[in-house]
């Protein structure tokens, strides 16, 4: 029986997430690719020896909830064939892991003739193949159209490389210098966190150090799960319903029902999608481990920082997704864009959550779950891909602020791709990169403006696959809050061939045409009337909004000349607008 001492054990669980922390650093350094190094789509972390989640670093939270049972899959493979110098990659979901451009790669570390723990990475790469370039076609029906699917296997093996495994990857990638590269990257910096964790270990320079170090980890999950029960345990109990759309279902289809209840009692919550609807075809659609890792993601939101994220905090939370639902497809079905659906399964638990925590969390936030592909080959011949997800699209009004504009969506954690980064790289030409005046949600507290994306295509012609989503349901307001604008998306907007498109398309554009991706606003928090005029006149200075929308949304009346509030007029209009309006509440 080991004592633990509660300073050792945070002074432990420190070093861990600076361990997984490091990961994140070297990889950045090192990789090749745009949506790695710029974007930061990869996740670390470090786990028991029998597999269960200790620590994560600076990450993609919905990818977290896929490490365990990812290396579950490896292990009900490989059994008790892992030996110290091994390395497991998988990237198949009907193996636990994402969709398959996520790869994941596994190192044990032993210590004292016994397996005490493994190094984890997830990462996103550019392409593995199938039919379209970048792997994320929202139209697949089955997941062998979606590129190379890579079963439980070792990269290396006792310290040796498997290059056949590596030439497989090579040789069905199309941008193999930059993908081999991501993989060379994603390798080492498993090397290098699995070498600091065996010197931490050494640091525990006293007799039956091994025993001591493992105690200490199941301590620090366990220590996980009670803190996340007391905080849960806080919470009010009390079961609420919410129900979202997916405009389609990636193949034309029409609008999916995303349907859930959440039940909190005492220490624990079910999180329900039994309401939803079943899934048809396309590949937006979700499964269990990604939906249970949205579900996750969503209620880490709501409770402490301080709780360290581990395997204890999923313990008091139950996912029900059942089998064949949007939520949780059957094999084989395709899985490229289930980072679409994701957005929306975070969006309906949250909403869940407002109507069980009212004053606590924000309106919806907006974006357009935008992802672009844009394929082409220069005069030599050489092939370029820009893949691109874009994340930051602000939150909506919460309870005593506006949502950020361009903020960043806490429950993706992407960070924003530089435009000076996707010229240098690619033959385009970024043409816009903006705000859209009078898009957000209006509210006390207004939602975060819709952004819009402009690309041109500089090569002779470029495949270009995109999926997009709110175009037919708008992100929610709140408590009299209201809706922010809709996503909308065009071929050469302005001008004679000007072109209205689809949420999710994949087709050629030709040199000098340009793509328009006008990404969804957030929802505003409260009435609009009780907005404060001297908020609203700040952003009609700033250009985020119209005299006209001040006016009519807001009821502030504003000079033109001098932006002043008119005081008096605005008191009357208000008093106008509100005997008018009838407000439709959501909840």
């Known amino acids: 029986m080991v004592n633990i001492n509660p300073v050792k054990r945070e002074l432990l669980n420190n070093a861990l997430v600076t361990i997984a922390d490091n990961v994140m650093v070297m990889i950045v350094r090192t990789a090749r690719s745009s949506n790695v190094k710029n974007s930061l789509d990869f996740s670390a972390a470090i786990l028991d020896g029998d597999g269960q989640l200790v620590a994560q670093g600076l990450a993609v939270p919905v990818h977290l909830g896929s490490m365990m049972p990812a290396l579950k899959g490896c292990l009900d493979y490989f059994g008790d064939d892992i030996a110290d110098g091994d390395m497991l990659v998988c990237n198949d979901p009907y193996s636990g892991c994402s969709h398959l451009n996520d790869v994941y790669m596994y190192k044990p570390v032993f210590a004292g003739g016994r397996r005490i723990a493994w190094i984890g990475i997830i990462l996103h790469h550019s392409d593995l193949g199938g039919r379209v370039a970048g792997g994320n076609a929202a139209d697949s029906n089955e997941i062998f159209e979606e590129g190379l699917r890579i079963p439980p296997a070792k990269i290396i093996e006792e310290g040796k490389v498997n290059n056949t495994i590596l030439r497989f990857i090579e040789f069905n990638t199309r941008v193999p210098e930059r993908v081999m590269a991501d993989i060379r990257a994603e390798m080492s910096a498993i090397e290098l966190a699995a070498k600091e964790l065996e010197k931490l270990v050494a640091q525990w320079n006293v007799t039956g150090t091994v025993t001591e170090f493992c105690a200490y980890l199941t301590d620090l999950i366990d220590y996980s799960e009670r803190l996340t029960r007391a905080q849960i345990r806080l919470l009010p109990d009390g079961e609420t319903e919410f129900t979202e759309w997916n405009d389609d279902d990636g193949i034309g289809g029409p609008p999916v029902k995303i349907h859930v209840k959440l039940i909190k009692k005492g220490d624990s919550i079910t999180v329900d999608f039994s309401g939803t609807d079943r899934r048809v075809?396309?590949?937006?659609?979700?499964?269990?481990?990604?939906?249970?890792?949205?579900?996750?993601?969503?209620?880490?939101?709501?409770?402490?920082?301080g709780i360290p994220s581990n395997a204890g905090f999923y313990r008091p939370i139950e996912v029900i997704a059942p089998v064949g639902t949007f939520v949780n497809a059957r094999f084989p079905a395709a899985f490229g864009s289930r980072g679409q659906s994701g957005y929306r399964i975070r969006t309906v638990v949250l909403g869940a959550l407002v109507m069980l925590l009212p004053n606590r969390l924000t309106a919806c936030t907006g974006g357009s779950e935008f992802a672009i592909a844009i394929s082409t080959h220069d005069d030599t011949g050489r092939r370029s891909l820009h893949l691109e997800f874009h994340n930051n699209t602000g939150h909506g009004g919460g309870p005593d602020r506006d949502g950020q504009d361009a903020g960043p969506n806490c429950i993706g954690n992407l960070a924003n791709m530089p435009v000076e980064f996707i010229e240098a790289e690619n033959p385009l030409r970024v043409e816009r990169y903006a705000f859209m005046p009078d898009t957000e949600g209006p509210g006390q507290y207004r939602g975060a403006l819709g952004i819009v994306r402009e690309y041109?295509?500089?090569?002779?012609?470029?495949?270009?696959?995109?999926?997009?989503?709110?175009?037919?349901?708008?992100?929610?307001?709140?408590f009299a809050g209201e809706e922010g604008a809709c996503a909308r998306a065009y071929l050469n907007r302005g001008t004679s061939k000007e072109e209205v498109l689809p949420s999710k398309f994949i087709r050629t554009?030709?040199?000098?045409d340009v793509f328009c991706a006008e990404m969804a606003a957030s929802g505003g928090y409260g009435n609009a009337f009780e907005r404060d005029p001297a908020a609203v006149a700040e952003d009609v200075m700033e250009q985020k909004m119209s005299l006209s929308r001040a006016r009519e949304r807001y009821g502030v009346v504003i000079d033109a000349a001098t932006n002043e509030v008119d005081a008096v007029a605005t008191a009357r209009e208000r008093k106008n607008k509100r005997a008018e309006s009838v407000h439709t509440k959501r909840p």
Do not use: K, N
């Not at 590949?283 to 993601?297: G, K, Q």
């Not at 554009?509 to 000098?512: E, P, S, T, W």
């Open 281 to 305: 075809g396309g590949a937006v659609h979700s499964y269990y481990v990604f939906t249970a890792s949205c579900a996750y993601a969503a209620i880490r939101t709501v409770l402490d920082l």
């Open 509 to 512: 554009l030709r040199r000098g």
């Open 456 to 478: 041109r295509i500089l090569a002779e012609e470029a495949m270009v696959q995109v999926r997009q989503d709110r175009f037919l349901h708008a992100p929610w307001g709140v």
